[in-house]
């Protein structure tokens, strides 16, 4: 089992620049039942220059509504992500 919290930083090499358009996570499942899993026990802060840092829980709330993202990532503003799941699997 993958220890949590998870940090992820997300940039491309100096002098290049990253536009990334729709970061979208899908439905979490558990494969075991194939049951899609639709709890806050589980979700992700995240934050870059364009968007400030907040949570996204696994709630069908956020997977279902599609908003879009449109973010200009350089190496010296990455998009930074950590991940929690305390749902036991």
């Keep these: 089992m993958i220890p949590y ?3 992820f930083t997300y940039a491309p090499r100096p002098g290049y620049k ?9 439905k979490v499942r558990d494969f075991a039942t194939g049951d899609t899993l639709t ?5 992700f802060y995240h934050r870059h220059g364009q968007m400030k840092y907040h949570w996204d829980p696994g709630v ?3 997977y279902e ?10 190496a010296e503003d990455p998009v930074e992500m ?8």
């Design 5 to 7: 919290p998870q940090t």
């Design 18 to 26: 990253y536009l990334v358009f729709g970061m979208t996570m899908s």
């Design 39 to 43: 709890t806050d026990d589980y979700g």
């Design 60 to 62: 069908e709330s956020i």
């Design 65 to 74: 509504f599609n908003y879009p993202h449109w973010l200009e990532i350089t």
């Design 82 to 89: 950590v991940f929690y799941n305390n749902t036991g699997l």
